[in-house]
């Protein structure tokens, strides 16, 4: 460790440096495998890939595209587990030849369909290694896309405004789209956030009803066509034609992984908006709490509370039991208060004269069950409308939020505020305790406090405990630690613990001429600071995942060759399979080599 001592439990590695190179770089002594990419067979019957005769009924059997989410979950047998991956979004310029953007053909728009969604796979752990084999073909296996049937439970389904010609119940929903992050519930199911759902529609333009405008404004619909031109395919896309398809979509996803008959379903109470993750976390009194993310500039952090508590047990009616659990309940939203005086908040990044960007919060409640607390809207457009209910109750703007992770023992709740160019621009919102940088490039990792630590209180404490970038920035802050010892660390994404309370940092977008990467950095203790680099990713990819246990650590590289011009035939990058070859979203597992 650099600061001379022991390093802490579970982190004991030599930091990667920051670079640029087309691969996955990993600390000395460990070793790295490919688990499974874009296009490998998942179901029977699968082909192998084959990036120049792919097909969207190949697709819809393989493993999909962006993996973003994964949770690793035991499996009912020995040696196995189940991997459980979403598959945010595809880059149709680099999955195909000869790509034309304003003109694809049906059948590449119908792969791109087939590559969204999520995959269950069972994989098999190796004894000695880190590494996993997938199982393909086993029957627990399944394939989520763009077109699976998916119920609306909670209090906002059936109502009006998810009622569609295809679907005039308002029940159900084709397809779950750009599903970010996500959390795993202790009843062992898997939630995802449905991000950036705006994209795939278009001709908000054709609306002309001012009520209806403004929320799709206020969700950012695209006035005229879609960058990915479904309208052209299916009616749904064409908010002219379907105007209430896009309040079908931006929920939050439950999937039972071990039922794959199971429908999934995106929950009505937690609320519409550009959902990043959602992390559970038990009251005392056995309830649920979840805490959210809108991943918007100037946008909000929620949190969920369940009316009934988490019932322990596999038997039939826990299980029945716990599936309600997500849609009955209170939704609110935060509003963060500095203790510092307004005039020390400057935009610099410069601490206040207490020494640290801090303060109180509340917790805004916006509906419980069918009952709104907020003026002017009912129960169903507070679900269906969530910003817009929280635009009213004067919730604090924030910078991107984006994976809210609990600390799994001191319940301290950290949540990851990526960037926000606007902070301080004209027109917009200034600099805050909470969000104190303006132009904030780097991001930064809000530490969140429940009051007496009960997750279902109304009111908190909270601090930031990293501003990000270069520690040679003076707007940087690493919880105090020594700047001299820490790794460079820009636009923190997905964040997780590991089984020693240590936090892990995913980054997306890193502004610092570097490709993103992994980090880890204790929370408590003297080395509480300590940002450490684990590894890094291939070009023009974030690091998603991540999952750290004891044997191995998983990450998904998302978006490989992600970059400016890239196409198919002259790619951003060419991971993991070489020269010659297009990039390809893939899952990694690494590990540490035992000492022979
Ligand atoms: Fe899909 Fe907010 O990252
Ligand atoms: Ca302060
Ligand atoms: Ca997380
Ligand atoms: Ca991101």
């Known amino acids: 460790s650099a600061s001379g001592g022991r390093p802490p439990r579970g982190l004991d590695f030599e930091p990667v440096a920051p670079n640029t190179a087309d691969a996955v770089t990993i600390p000395a002594g460990y070793a790295q495998q490919v688990v499974i990419r874009w ?6 019957g699968a082909p192998r890939f084959d990036a120049r005769a792919q097909s969207a009924k190949a697709q819809a059997r393989q493993f999909g595209y962006n993996a973003d989410y994964m949770a690793l979950l035991d499996a009912p ?41 999520l995959t269950v796979l069972l994989v098999r752990a190796d004894d000695c290694t880190g590494r996993l084999w997938p199982v393909v073909g086993d029957p627990l296996n399944r394939r989520v896309t763009a077109t699976t049937p998916i119920r609306f439970t909670g209090p906002a389904a059936g109502s009006d405004l998810l009622k569609t010609t295809a679907d005039p119940a308002g029940r159900t929903v084709l397809g779950t789209l750009n599903n ?24 908000a333009a054709a609306v002309t009803d001012p009520v209806t405008k403004a929320r799709l404004a206020r969700y950012g619909l695209p006035t005229g066509a879609s960058q990915r031109k479904w309208e052209l395919f299916d009616d749904r896309f064409d908010i002219g034609k379907e105007p209430n398809e896009p309040n079908r979509h931006g929920w939050i996803v439950e999937i039972d992984p071990y039922d794959p008959t199971s429908t999934p379903r995106k929950r ?6 550009k959902h990043e993750a959602a992390e559970p976390r038990l009251t005392p009194d056995g309830r649920v709490a979840l805490y959210m993310g809108d991943d918007e500039r100037f946008d909000y952090l929620y949190k969920y509370v369940s009316k009934h508590a988490y019932k322990k047990g596999s038997s039939r009616a826990a299980r029945e039991h716990n599936m309600g659990l997500l849609d009955e309940g209170t939704l609110y939203v935060a ?26 919060g509340e917790w805004i409640p916006l509906a419980s069950g069918s009952v709104s607390h907020v003026p002017g809207m009912t129960a169903a457009e507070v679900y269906v409308f969530t910003r817009l209910a929280a635009d009213k109750v004067g919730a604090t703007k924030m910078d991107r939020p984006e994976d809210v992770e609990p600390h799994p023992t001191t319940g301290r709740v950290y ?24 132009g904030n490039k780097h991001g930064h990792i809000l530490e969140l406090e429940e009051r007496r630590g009960d997750a279902s209180s109304k009111s908190f404490s909270w601090r930031l405990m990293l501003v990000c970038g270069d520690p040679e920035d003076p707007s940087t802050y690493f919880a105090g630690f020594d700047k001299s010892k820490v790794s460079p660390i820009s636009c923190p994404d997905n964040v997780a613990f590991d089984p020693h309370g240590n936090l892990w940092i995913a980054t997306d977008g890193a502004a610092l001429g570097f490709n993103d990467g992994l980090f880890a950095v204790p929370v408590k203790g003297s080395e509480r600071g300590h940002v450490q680099q684990f590894m890094t990713m291939p070009k023009g990819a ?55």
């Open 335 to 360: 509003k963060f208060t500095g203790d510092s005086p307004a005039a020390e908040i400057d935009g610099t990044g410069k601490l206040p004269s207490d020494g640290e960007f801090d303060g109180s």
């Open 542 to 596: 974030e690091c998603c995942g991540p999952i750290i246990t004891e044997d191995r650590i998983l990450i998904a590289p998302q978006h490989p060759g992600e970059t400016d011009g890239a196409t198919a035939e002259n790619p951003g990058s060419r991971w993991p399979d070489g020269p010659g070859s297009i990039p390809r979203p893939s899952v990694v597992t690494v590990w540490k080599e035992k000492r022979r």
């Open 39 to 44: 296009g490998d067979p998942i179901l029977a």
């Open 268 to 273: 009505t109470a937690l609320g519409r908006f």
């Open 180 to 203: 970010c992050g996500g959390g795993t519930t202790p009843w062992g199911t898997v939630l995802s956030g449905e991000e950036n759902f705006n994209q795939y529609f278009a001709n």
């Open 77 to 117: 047998r020995r040696g196995h587990q189940l991997l459980v991956v979403n598959h945010e979004y595809t880059n149709e310029e680099i999955m195909f030849y000869g790509y034309v953007p304003a003109a694809p053909t049906r059948e590449q728009v119908e792969i791109a369909w087939a590559a969204h969604g």
């Open 415 to 438: 949540v990851a505020l990526t960037n926000n160019k606007d902070r301080g621009a004209t027109g917009k919102a200034g600099p805050d305790e909470a969000n104190p940088r303006n």
